[in-house]
């Protein structure tokens, strides 16, 4: 089967999910481009009337249209300690402030001296000639940067799902988790064809009110036209918009449900595991009676954390080793008794946050080199790397390029130091080493894809490594206000072992299946078990 027709299946199995995360995004973009308007023009038309404040306004629209998205958004969550819909929507209004800005008040400085001179004469006020005269010949200018901000946020918008916002980035940031190429394309091409939609929609809108002559029959029809045009276009974007939070039944009917059953909100970090385990748990909860809202896919440790004390989500799936250093800042140990017992203290005295239960796999980091170099080099301890160290290009998460329990602290460890030094995502590390792109990666004990790729994982001889016992982490609000939570996930405790977790991201790395499919296979097999 080629990628077209793969593709089109995965249309026709999620069309109602396609559908929902489209109106989404239009929802973020009609918002926030709304929004843009509500402050851009204004400060535009300031900027042109008061000529002292020309230069700083447009100065400082365009300074924040110059800060990285994913750097705004990490600074907005940190600023207003939320994920979700808020800290995008702020995001995507503020890069949507210079194409109006800038357009409002060019197309204000295009307008005829003698025009205005003639407005004057007749005896307008400054106001009247503003709104009767200038604004109306200056709209087809302001209405072309209003195009542009509208577009430009249609693909920025996509960034929003790192900070759980949804939208069609959902499809493409699950993607890349899991390196599945029709995901990335099933949100990246209904966004390409949103873009050219909403600036397609917009245009027909400006067409409509562009003023023309009406001395005859054939013109009065041509407006009339352009008019059924325009409603037209605004139509389909609103049956888009709507439409699909009609026709996903399943979340309105939970919804519908939330005043007889608690709503448990279960969130992820971004890679496949993280998945897998987010599925079991809230499975598990739906099993028990409750509701569940998946915020999955929420970027890394910080995020996921920051989520959690926050009040945004109940519970994820946090390890040991990232707690003690990454989290509570403390030096890595590999007692794994006094690890656990730590963040377990910790986490009930700074967080007000339970440690259940650990699944019982060890994910812990390895550094990993492909098994011909190994062979070729001798390797096989991380002490055996360091004289080639310097000749080689590694390729790490961006958390384990700076967290004390990643390269830092291996530099300071083994004396390590590499050539180079990419940070890459989790699934991509996988094919960069491959593709003989980066020499060694940071891989993980319990990925299957270690072995699929023909690699070799390097002993950690000096013991640098935490141990990193996966569990959930559930918040003690969420427990007080909803005890069925702990009830329900309990079972877990014990549960899934090295060889186990490893067979399960295999399912979904290698064999590519889902991974709500694979847990609720997993589940049922132990329930079948019990029987």
Known sequence: MNLGDTLSTLVRERWVELWFRTGEHLLLIGCSTLAACTIGLPFGILAFRLPRLRTPL????????????LAMLACLLALLEKIGAVPALIALTLYALLPIVRNTLAGLDGVAPEIREAARGIGMTSRQQLVLVE?????????????????????????????????????INRGLALSNTNLILLGAVPAALLALLVDGALASCLWAIRPQPLDSVRSRYRLAARRVLAVGSLFVLFVLGIGGFLVDRERRSGEAQSAIAETVRVGTKNFTEQLILGELMAQLLEESGLNVQRRFNLGGTMICHGALIHGEIDLYAEYTGTALTAILGEDPSANELLVSQVVDREYRERFDVEWFPAFAFNNTYSLTVRETF??????????????FGAQLTAGFTAEFSERPDGYPGLRESYGLRFREVRDLDPALMYQAIGGEEVDVICAFATDARVAAHQLITLVDDREFFPPYQAAPVVSSGALR??????????PLGGLIDDDTMRRLNLEVDIKGRRPAEVAREFLQSLSAGRR
């Open 58 to 69: 447009t100065a400082l629209v365009a300074t924040l249209q110059t800060v990285p998205s």
């Open 135 to 171: 604004l109306p010949l200056a709209a087809p200018v302001i209405g072309a940067g209003i195009r542009t901000a509208a577009v430009v946020g249609v693909g920025i918008a996509t960034l929003s799902a790192f900070i759980g916002a949804g939208g069609l980035g959902q499809f």
């Open 374 to 387: 190994a062979a070729e080099s001798g390797l096989s301890r991380i002490s055996d790397l360091v004289p």
């Open 481 to 490: 206000r909803i005890p069925a939570i702990r009830q329900a996930l309990l």
